[in-house]
């Protein structure tokens, strides 16, 4: 897994590609929460995850529910086939709160 990380006017942007996984988690946890402190915007970028397990996926929860509780806004974009899967299999799209769009979809509904 790698983690790429910007800064601009509207908070933190973290780029995550490869696997997002048990074996690579502890870094991701790691970025989040020191974006989080950071600033009060944090947006993750989903697009090159090719492998989303429960343990990236605890990490997203746990990132999305310290940004809730000191009042920050935790956002994923662009979301990969394996993250999506892996939200619709359980359901926590609405948790999130962020539009899950299917590439190819969204951009001939925009035709």
Known sequence: MEISKRRDSDGIHLTVTGELSIYSVHDLKQELL????????????????????????????LAKREAVAHGGTLRLVEHSDATREVLDLLHLSPYFGDPVLIPGVAEEAAR
């Open 34 to 61: 020191g974006a989080l402190q950071e600033a009060p915007e944090v947006e993750v970028h989903l697009g090159g995850v090719t492998e989303l397990d429960t343990a990236g996926l605890q990490v997203l929860y």
